[in-house]
């Protein structure tokens, strides 16, 4: 962890770094790809574990050019997510775009709360952001807080900027009944990797056993709350499609890892589309099922 001087003098660093337009920050995204994937090679052995694990028919030349495609997009994600503090909503909505949004809007309208569900797919920060600009209603967003503190306030800002509410992990339950009384979105990126100790369920993922957080599951079985799964396409360069699908209307008549299995399902969909669009650096499969 750096001193406090140091991470605001970061934290200045990126603001006037998200002052440039897109192109030039694009500019030096593809420094940083030759730079992460020709230089240092990030993270480049858990890469290609993981795409060998998760595509084992595929062959060694389309695992590199999937690797490749991977590391262009993770750089650009980098500085598209450094561009966020000054990204006006206008410039927002023009680059991320929703579809077959009708019904949730009808049932968070009516009254009712709802569920919404994705991955670390695509640029999910944007859309999530996005998101709170959809709907007229609360959107709650899940998340894991930074280790350092001056740089979990400064994207907690930034992240918040247009009315979303940002909620630790640990305080899901919390902030459920403090909402309790009115219509809200809680927006969950469920693929996250447990801790050794929280892995105890598991779901067939990419071929083969993955631990999961059953977190949304649990929330949407005892409080009855459809769930929503947000896909997350990226048809050229800074743009986003997201599209909404209801995945379960009646959650309590689930069966037990039924509705992880359908999130997770939906997730492997997309990644087949276009897997270098997910985060294969992250090292999804250290645990592995006794």
């Known amino acids: 962890m750096m001193n406090r001087g140091l991470a605001y003098l970061a934290i200045s660093l990126l603001y006037l770094l998200s002052l440039l337009p897109l192109p030039v920050l694009y500019f030096f995204a593809r420094l940083a790809y030759y730079l992460l994937y020709y230089l240092i090679s990030y993270r480049k052995k858990t890469v290609r574990s993981n795409l060998k694990r998760a595509f084992p028919e595929k062959p060694q030349a389309e695992i590199i050019r999937i690797e490749r495609r991977f590391y262009s997009f993770l750089a650009d994600l980098v500085f598209e997510i450094i561009k966020m503090p000054s990204l006006s909503k206008a410039e927002l909505q023009r680059r991320v775009s929703f579809s077959n949004t009708e019904g949730l809007k009808v049932l968070l309208d009516s009254g009712r709360s709802a569920l919404a569900c994705t991955g670390h797919y695509g640029n999910w920060e944007w859309a999530t952001l996005a998101m709170g600009t959809e709907i007229r209603q609360k959107l709650l967003a899940i998340y894991k807080p930074l280790s350092?503190?001056?740089?979990?306030?400064?994207?907690?800002?930034?992240?918040?900027?247009?009315?979303?509410?940002?909620?630790?992990?640990?305080?899901?339950?919390?902030?459920?009944?403090?909402?309790?009384q009115e219509p809200t979105l809680f927006a969950f990126a469920g693929d996250?990797?447990?801790?050794?100790?929280?892995?105890?369920?598991?779901?067939?993922?990419?071929?083969?056993?993955?631990?999961?957080?059953?977190?949304?599951?649990?929330?949407?079985?005892?409080?009855?709350?459809?769930?929503?799964?947000?896909?997350?396409?990226?048809?050229?360069?800074?743009?986003?499609?997201?599209?909404?699908?209801?995945?379960?209307?009646?959650?309590?008549?689930?069966?037990?890892?039924?509705?992880?299995?359908?999130?997770?399902?939906?997730?492997?969909?997309?990644?087949?589309?276009?897997?270098?669009?997910?985060?294969?650096?992250?090292?999804?499969?250290?645990?592995?099922?006794?």
């Not at 947000?230 to 909404?244: A, L, M, N, Q, S």
Request: proline letters at 9%; hydrophobic letters at 35%; charged letters at 25%.
């Open 192 to 290: 996250q990797s447990p801790v050794r100790e929280e892995a105890r369920y598991w779901v067939p993922f990419l071929h083969q056993p993955t631990a999961a957080l059953p977190g949304i599951e649990k929330i949407a079985r005892q409080t009855d709350r459809p769930v929503f799964y947000f896909t997350i396409r990226r048809p050229r360069r800074g743009f986003y499609e997201v599209h909404c699908e209801p995945i379960c209307l009646e959650p309590k008549q689930t069966l037990d890892m039924e509705l992880t299995r359908m999130h997770f399902a939906c997730l492997e969909q997309c990644i087949n589309e276009h897997p270098e669009f997910w985060l294969w650096s992250h090292n999804r499969w250290k645990h592995q099922p006794a």
């Open 148 to 180: 350092q503190p001056e740089f979990d306030n400064f994207f907690l800002k930034i992240r918040s900027r247009f009315g979303n509410v940002l909620v630790p992990m640990r305080q899901t339950l919390r902030a459920l009944a403090a909402y309790r």
